[in-house]
């Protein structure tokens, strides 16, 4: 890395460890499942996160940071965040994790294809070839001619859709808005949609359970903001493959909590994904 410079070099860093944490954080919210709803922990979660992004923001920036001028797009994005993020972890329920990370790396795609129908965008016919390779790989994933597939793998790819919406959604926020502004909404909207929901779905907290809901309020925040902040200090070209570094993360885990064991179809599959997706975003056209 002698020819990397230190930003990139910091970006490199940042990409590695947002990924890692957020492998951490499904993977709790995986455990945490067996005891509470989806609905439930993204609450808890926002519960926790919001005010310590809130409390960060007016240390650092004042009262004025908490300001936004897209009101109207936070509450869409607030409510697709928590649609999307509680199919994910109903997902992590039924499949295993490395496989539900995978499938959900698929997100690229949908924003391809999105960016034409929403933004009219131009895609070139390499971008649609990494799509359409890409899309294979989630096929060769859950292996629908083979009478092995299970339709809970609908739930990750959902999922992957709803990712996709927010990643394009993104670009409509305004350019003046911060990094911690964004995600204290977020937050935010996981507290009151999630929230709504609570007189039907709330189950007593286990005190025994605080560490992991502070953990996985912790890491799902620093995973997205080390990911936010790399792409800040370092070409997209050499970060945006390491993202997919959460996948590695994602099977050890698996591997090592709950002995999930991987064929040749999922490290295919995975492959074909992982370069579909890497292609796409680095492509123009």
């Known amino acids: 890395m002698n020819g990397t410079s230190s930003s990139a070099r910091q970006g490199i860093v940042m990409i590695l460890a947002g ?38 923001i007016v240390w650092t920036q004042g009262l004025d ?59 070139g016919w390499v971008r649609w070839t990494s799509v ?40 409509w926020i305004d350019d003046g808005e911060g990094m911690l502004t964004t995600m204290f909404y977020i937050a935010l909207g996981q507290i009151v949609f999630a929230g709504v929901t609570m007189p039907w779905l709330w189950t007593g907290v286990e005190l025994s359970h605080a560490p992991a809901l502070a953990a996985l309020a912790l890491c799902s925040a620093l995973g997205l903001g080390l990911i936010t902040q790399a792409f800040r200090h370092a070409p997209a070209s050499l970060i945006a493959p390491l993202d997919y570094s959460g996948l590695i993360w994602a099977a050890a885990i698996g591997w090592l909590f709950w002995r999930e064991a991987f064929n040749a179809s999922f490290f295919l599959g995975a492959a074909l994904i992982v370069a579909s997706g890497t292609a796409v975003m680095l492509r123009k056209d």
């Open 65 to 123: 940071g908490l300001r936004t001028r897209n009101g109207g797009l936070h509450v869409f994005r607030g409510l697709a965040n928590v649609v999307t993020a509680s199919i994910f972890y109903a997902g992590l329920a039924k499949v295993p994790l490395a496989a539900a990370t995978a499938v959900a790396y698929s997100a690229p795609l949908f924003v391809t294809v999105l960016s034409v129908v929403l933004l009219r965008e131009y895609v």
């Open 132 to 171: 359409i390779a890409g899309f294979a790989g989630v096929l060769v994933i859950v292996r629908p001619d083979s009478g092995g597939f299970e339709w809970a793998y609908a739930y990750p790819l959902a999922a992957a859709l709803g990712y996709a919406i927010l990643m394009v959604s993104a670009r």
């Open 19 to 56: 990924a890692a944490f957020l492998s951490v954080s499904d993977a709790i919210a995986k455990w945490l499942g067996d005891f509470y709803t989806p609905a439930q922990l993204l609450f808890l979660r926002g519960l926790i996160a919001a005010p310590a992004l809130a409390g960060v």
